[in-house]
Antibody, heavy 118, light 110 residues
Framework: QLQLQESGPGLVKPSETLSLSCTVS??????????WGWIRQPPGKGLEWIGN???????YSNPSLKSRVTMSVDTSKNQFSLKLSSVTAADTAVYYC??????????WGKGTTVTVSS | QSALTQPPSASGSPGQSVTISCTGT?????????VSWYQQHPGKAPKLMIS???KRPSGVPDRFSASKSGNTASLTVSGLQAEDEADYYC??????????FGGGTKLTVL
């Protein structure tokens, strides 16, 4: 059974880079059945798709965030990662990693809270 | 791409049916049969309830059904139960690997 777990700092200073990782267990990150995605949810607000990455390294990002998003895959660790640069308070959110099957996500991590504050 | 439009709230009594709408455009909901629905309880991760307009994953009760007409998708919960009280989000494929979410609907079981 596929499981995902986010990890990373819970507090990031404004203008710095947010870095998160997601560890995949119970399956291989190299699976052709999935791409690996990031979704966030600001406090009290809705979900926002950030982007996703295939094990091959191909990436796709939300146009509104694309200039600040970098994603990568480490197949040796069965992990994928997100970097979001030049963060502001508006980037404060719960960040979820998820396994995506083309048009939907059917496996999610529990989420990790990231606060942007000095 | 703009967020899909959902009503902020919906409600129904136990045993009743409630329908939640999700309106997009001809570039997302109307263009593809790739609408999905997620249920989110407070403090929890979203859970996939419907994929590809109307497909229920294994384990999702058949009280949950969904459809699409034009630029609007709908999720119907029949035989409402207390545990159905949650936030519901629709999502649509919008081309070029892009996904768009709706703003979410808070379903209250009266």
């Amino acid at each position: 059974q596929l499981q995902l777990q986010e990890s990373g700092p819970g507090l990031v200073k404004p203008s710095e880079t947010l870095s998160l990782s997601c560890t995949v267990s119970g399956g291989s990150i190299s699976s052709s059945s999935y791409s690996w995605g990031w979704i966030r949810q600001p406090p009290g607000k809705g979900l926002e798709w950030i982007g996703n990455i295939y094990y091959s390294g191909s990436t796709y990002s939300n146009p509104s965030l694309k200039s600040r998003v970098t994603m990568s895959v480490d197949t040796s660790k069965n992990q994928f990662s997100l970097k979001l640069s030049s963060v502001t308070a508006a980037d404060t959110a719960v960040y979820y990693c998820a396994g995506r099957r083309f048009s939907y996500m059917d496996v999610w991590g529990k989420g990790t809270t990231v606060t942007v504050s000095s | 791409q703009s967020a899909l439009t959902q009503p902020p709230s919906a409600s129904g009594s136990p045993g009743q049916s409630v329908t939640i709408s999700c309106t997009g455009t001809g570039s997302d909901v109307g263009a593809y049969n790739y609408v999905s629905w997620y249920q989110q309880h407070p403090g929890k991760a979203p859970k996939l309830m419907i994929s590809e307009v109307s497909k229920r994953p294994s384990g999702v009760p058949d009280r949950f059904s969904a459809s699409k007409s034009g630029n609007t998708a709908s999720l119907t919960v029949s035989g409402l139960q207390a545990e159905d009280e949650a936030d519901y989000y629709c999502s649509s494929y919008a081309g070029s690997n892009i996904l768009i979410f709706g703003g979410g609907t808070k379903l209250t079981v009266l």
